[in-house]
């Protein structure tokens, strides 16, 4: 990459997040009703109920990292991080950062600090879990990805990120453990009590 090619990537990266910085504060002034989650994929905004089954699964997650890590581990649910491309402004259901994360100067959590993230299946968002996140976790470098279905009783596991994608997932069903300790995340998240819909 030339110097020029790098100047031209950071500012295109510095516009993106001043839209989405002004996407966001449009969207706060904005009557979103309570329980409801609001992202922006690829320049589209989300708007969806947090369903119980949902928020039970993310529950189970962080009960598990924080039972490895700690109550000092930083992990957050429904927190704004930007990753790469068109403007994704995501919030993740589960994000697990890097001890030494820290926010930027505009008080952002950077995606590079980010080590492991989940995200639950919602009817109207699937295609996005599945599709631009994915990609853009890869692009990011996220090593560990699960996605997991309450409709279809599953969970996916992507790991080892590479040129914008992840290899093939390894397919957990609910009711089995799913063992992430060869990863950089050395955690086991138990499915037993995930909820399906």
């Given at each position: 990459m030339t110097v020029l090619e790098d100047r031209i990537d950071m500012a295109d990266a510095d516009a993106n997040t001043q839209r989405l910085d002004e996407w966001f504060e449009?969207?706060?002034?904005?009557?979103?009703?309570?329980?409801?989650?609001?992202?922006?994929?690829?320049?589209?905004?989300?708007?969806?109920?947090?369903?119980?089954?949902?928020?039970?699964i993310i529950r189970e997650i962080l009960w598990a990292v924080e039972d490895r890590f700690g109550r000092r581990t930083k992990v957050f649910s429904d927190v704004r991080i930007d990753f790469p491309g068109y403007q994704n402004g995501?919030?993740?259901d589960v994000a697990m950062l890097s001890d030494s994360a820290k926010p930027d100067d505009?008080?952002?959590?950077?995606?590079?600090?980010?080590?492991f993230v989940a995200?639950?299946?919602?009817?109207?968002?699937?295609?996005?879990d599945y599709g631009p996140k994915r990609t853009a976790y890869a692009t990011a470098e996220v090593p560990v990805y699960v996605v997991a279905d309450p409709y279809q009783g599953r969970c996916l596991v992507f790991t080892n990120p590479k040129d914008g994608d992840y290899d093939e997932p390894t397919r957990v069903d609910f009711g089995t453990d799913i063992d992430l300790t060869g990863t950089v995340v050395d955690l086991v998240i138990k499915t037993d009590d995930f909820p399906r819909d």
């Open positions: 449009r969207l706060e002034r904005m009557p979103v009703p309570e329980g409801f989650r609001v992202e922006i994929v690829e320049g589209n905004v989300f708007m969806v109920p947090q369903r119980s089954t949902h928020w039970l995501f919030c993740p505009t008080g952002h959590w950077r995606y590079q600090d980010v080590r995200e639950v299946i919602s009817q109207g968002t699937a295609a996005n």
